[in-house]
Nanobody
Protein backbone atom coordinates (compact mmCIF):
# COMPACT_ATOMS: atom_id res chain seq x y z
CA UNK A 1 0.00 0.00 0.00
CA UNK A 2 1.21 3.48 -0.89
CA UNK A 3 0.20 6.70 0.82
CA UNK A 4 0.53 9.99 -0.99
CA UNK A 5 0.44 13.59 0.19
CA UNK A 6 0.48 16.55 -2.17
CA UNK A 7 1.64 20.04 -1.32
CA UNK A 8 2.60 23.28 -2.98
CA UNK A 9 -0.61 24.54 -4.50
CA UNK A 10 -1.72 28.14 -4.33
CA UNK A 11 -2.82 31.22 -6.20
CA UNK A 12 -0.79 32.55 -9.09
CA UNK A 13 -1.36 35.02 -11.90
CA UNK A 14 -1.56 34.07 -15.56
CA UNK A 15 1.90 33.45 -16.90
CA UNK A 16 3.28 32.63 -13.49
CA UNK A 17 4.97 29.52 -12.16
CA UNK A 18 4.25 27.10 -9.36
CA UNK A 19 5.74 23.85 -8.09
CA UNK A 20 3.88 20.89 -6.64
CA UNK A 21 5.31 18.08 -4.57
CA UNK A 22 4.01 14.63 -3.66
CA UNK A 23 5.51 12.67 -0.80
CA UNK A 24 5.09 8.91 -1.07
CA UNK A 25 5.29 6.49 1.83
CA UNK A 26 4.84 2.77 2.04
CA UNK A 27 6.53 1.01 -0.85
CA UNK A 28 6.13 3.42 -3.77
CA UNK A 29 8.98 2.02 -5.80
CA UNK A 30 7.23 -1.33 -5.99
CA UNK A 31 4.89 0.53 -8.35
CA UNK A 32 5.64 1.06 -12.02
CA UNK A 33 5.02 4.81 -12.19
CA UNK A 34 3.63 7.87 -10.52
CA UNK A 35 1.65 10.65 -12.07
CA UNK A 36 -0.22 13.91 -11.72
CA UNK A 37 -3.88 14.33 -12.53
CA UNK A 38 -6.17 17.31 -12.10
CA UNK A 39 -9.86 17.96 -11.69
CA UNK A 40 -11.50 21.28 -12.41
CA UNK A 41 -14.97 22.13 -11.05
CA UNK A 42 -17.67 20.31 -12.98
CA UNK A 43 -15.14 18.26 -14.97
CA UNK A 44 -13.73 14.78 -14.75
CA UNK A 45 -10.28 14.08 -13.45
CA UNK A 46 -7.77 14.26 -16.29
CA UNK A 47 -4.22 13.06 -16.83
CA UNK A 48 -1.47 15.69 -16.61
CA UNK A 49 1.86 13.86 -16.54
CA UNK A 50 3.48 10.66 -15.37
CA UNK A 51 6.95 9.26 -14.87
CA UNK A 52 8.31 5.76 -14.36
CA UNK A 53 10.24 5.03 -11.21
CA UNK A 54 12.91 2.95 -12.90
CA UNK A 55 13.84 4.81 -16.03
CA UNK A 56 12.37 8.21 -15.27
CA UNK A 57 10.56 8.29 -18.59
CA UNK A 58 8.03 11.15 -18.59
CA UNK A 59 4.72 11.37 -20.41
CA UNK A 60 2.68 14.57 -20.73
CA UNK A 61 -0.80 15.58 -21.74
CA UNK A 62 -0.81 17.72 -24.88
CA UNK A 63 -2.26 20.63 -22.93
CA UNK A 64 0.77 20.91 -20.64
CA UNK A 65 3.66 19.64 -22.76
CA UNK A 66 6.40 22.24 -22.92
CA UNK A 67 5.06 24.12 -19.87
CA UNK A 68 5.10 21.47 -17.13
CA UNK A 69 7.99 19.28 -16.03
CA UNK A 70 7.55 16.13 -13.96
CA UNK A 71 10.40 14.60 -12.01
CA UNK A 72 10.97 12.12 -9.20
CA UNK A 73 13.55 11.66 -6.49
CA UNK A 74 14.12 7.98 -5.90
CA UNK A 75 16.03 8.58 -2.68
CA UNK A 76 13.34 10.76 -1.11
CA UNK A 77 10.34 9.00 -2.71
CA UNK A 78 8.98 12.31 -3.90
CA UNK A 79 7.32 13.41 -7.09
CA UNK A 80 7.35 16.99 -8.29
CA UNK A 81 5.57 18.98 -10.96
CA UNK A 82 7.08 22.27 -12.05
CA UNK A 83 4.51 24.40 -13.82
CA UNK A 84 5.25 27.55 -15.80
CA UNK A 85 3.33 29.80 -18.17
CA UNK A 86 0.23 28.97 -16.19
CA UNK A 87 -3.17 29.74 -17.67
CA UNK A 88 -6.61 30.07 -16.07
CA UNK A 89 -7.47 26.72 -17.71
CA UNK A 90 -4.88 25.10 -15.43
CA UNK A 91 -7.01 25.92 -12.39
CA UNK A 92 -7.92 22.65 -10.69
CA UNK A 93 -7.27 20.38 -7.77
CA UNK A 94 -4.11 18.47 -8.56
CA UNK A 95 -3.69 14.88 -7.38
CA UNK A 96 -0.81 12.47 -7.49
CA UNK A 97 -1.37 8.79 -7.98
CA UNK A 98 0.53 5.58 -8.58
CA UNK A 99 0.36 2.92 -11.27
CA UNK A 100 1.14 -0.67 -10.37
CA UNK A 101 1.96 -1.91 -13.88
CA UNK A 102 1.96 -0.47 -17.40
CA UNK A 103 -1.59 0.10 -18.64
CA UNK A 104 -3.04 -0.29 -15.15
CA UNK A 105 -5.23 2.56 -13.95
CA UNK A 106 -3.69 5.00 -11.50
CA UNK A 107 -4.82 4.72 -7.89
CA UNK A 108 -3.68 5.41 -4.31
CA UNK A 109 -4.65 9.06 -4.65
CA UNK A 110 -3.56 11.78 -2.28
CA UNK A 111 -5.96 14.39 -0.90
CA UNK A 112 -5.13 16.88 -3.65
CA UNK A 113 -3.83 20.43 -3.67
CA UNK A 114 -5.62 23.44 -5.16
CA UNK A 115 -4.01 25.44 -7.94
CA UNK A 116 -5.76 28.66 -8.94
CA UNK A 117 -4.58 30.78 -11.84
CA UNK A 118 -6.08 34.25 -11.96
CA UNK A 119 -6.55 36.11 -15.22
Amino acid sequence: QVQLEESGGGLVQTGGSLGLSCAASGRPRMRYAMGWFRQAPGKEREFVASITWAGGRPTYADSVRGRFTISRDNNKNTLTLEMRSLEPEDTAVYYCGTQARPRDPFDSWGQGTQVTVSS
